[in-house]
DNA sequence: ACACAAAATGACTGCTGGTCATTTTCTGAC
DNA sequence: GTCAGAAAATGACCAGCAGTCATTTTGTGT
């Protein structure tokens, strides 16, 4: 207890002088580490494969021992977590892009969602692949880790940019206004990122019941190819 | 030389008489075998999970040896996907008979395809599951394999089922004769399964190109959200 | 009773994700 | 400069499992 109020002491008096900016910089490099770590597993583990990568090849690539590569990550599917959120990022940023366009209807930006996907997909391969594996490894991440978080937040900020497309094009008119923005965002990024089926499967991460969705999409569908009546 | 001659008289030999009936008998066995090795792989994975599974488990629960699991599969993946086959099955038996249903028109089929694969997520969860483990899978499993040519033939099967309700649609009149029925089953089904994204990525198993199908996909949405123009 | 083939066994190997006691490096205090 | 304690890093080690293979058991025809 003593020593207690001794080390409390001491700390307090560490705020003032150089003492709290090594405290920062210290933060700002393991940060770095971190990175550095999530480099050289992309490097490894796109050139190898999820499998077939070690944790020792990215150890190496990393120029770490492997034990190291545990004080920052909690497992390799976290590890592959990260990965999956830097790809998840270029994503968003890709749409921000293509949201920010004024000069295109939302209609448009929607059609130019497809091909930006498309080009995503051929242009960033290990990226989308990626991508793809997300329920994989999802399953042996902890829920409670950061990274997993990260992810999630991700990926609502692209069912958010999807959803903000269709809304421009409901107020440019070039929309209709009684579709449901949200299922039909989920929708469009389910069927890019397989995340459709999968949160059918688990029902997680969405307020309507994914099985609405759907059912929803069918009717898209109908809409689509019925044969006017008049 | 020699002996491969007598070899030779003598299965010939063999051909009259009881020999040639206990082969088959034998070959039955296997086959049998074989689908008990599968039985109990379903106890096993679907209540332990895939990877906490082992191989040890299903052999004792098919009342083997480890080792002879590996007379009869190349591989846990193997396993696994001779699993995924069957879910399959009980997809096509279920769609069968939708498509059978003569009192429904071809968009009518549609929109029942959809709660059927609703209903079969929700009442098959572990086939289910199986069914969108496919991609981790293939990619461990052995080309050459028969169970994996099962499996792409079982899928192919099921993407003509869906072509023909749209096809039948379009017979009597309730789906428009301008879709591209081949595409809009890729769709659906992909949609479903999961295998539109990783066929995107692999470009295997379909003649359309998969980044074509998307772009056709954002077609559809587009003509299902569209503002009418007069 | 024998010879041969098919089926089955289970001890063994190689590999890898993850751990942890130990060592090295950093940092502030005296 | 040096000492103590914290933070970072190490790498030998462990446990567990997919897959193998020399050996044994079983089935079959002569």
Chains 1, 2 share one sequence.
Request: charged share 25%; aromatic share 8%; net charge positive.
């Amino acid at each position: 207890m003593t020593a207690g109020h001794f080390l409390t002491a001491r700390s307090q008096n560490t705020v003032n002088g150089a003492i709290m900016g090594i405290a920062e910089r210290r933060e700002r490099e393991k940060e770095k580490r971190r990175e550095s770590i999530i480099d050289a597993a992309e490097k490894v583990f796109f050139s190898s494969g999820f499998e077939n990568a070690t944790m020792l090849d990215v150890a190496k690539k990393a120029e770490l021992s492997k034990g190291a590569l545990y004080l920052y990550f909690q497992s390799k599917n976290e590890l592959c977590m990260a990965i999956l959120n830097r790809s998840l990022k270029i994503l968003v940023s890709q749409m921000k892009n293509l949201l920010r366009n004024s000069e295109l209807t939302g209609l448009e930006k929607i059609g130019n969602l497809g091909k930006l996907f498309i080009n995503f997909s051929q242009s960033q391969k290990d990226h989308y692949k990626a991508l793809l594996s997300y329920r994989e490894h999802k399953e042996h991440c902890p829920d409670n880790g950061r990274i997993f978080q990260n992810c999630k937040k991700t990926n609502k900020e692209i069912n958010s940019l999807i959803a903000a497309m269709l809304h421009s094009g409901v107020e440019d008119g070039s929309i209709r206004q009684d579709i449901d923005q949200e299922k039909i965002s989920i929708i469009i990024w389910g069927n890019f990122s397989g995340f459709l089926p999968s949160s059918i499967l688990t029902e997680e991460n969405l307020k309507i019941a994914p099985a609405e969705v759907m059912n929803y999409f069918f009717e898209l569908v109908k809409i689509a190819i019925a044969k006017e009546k008049e």
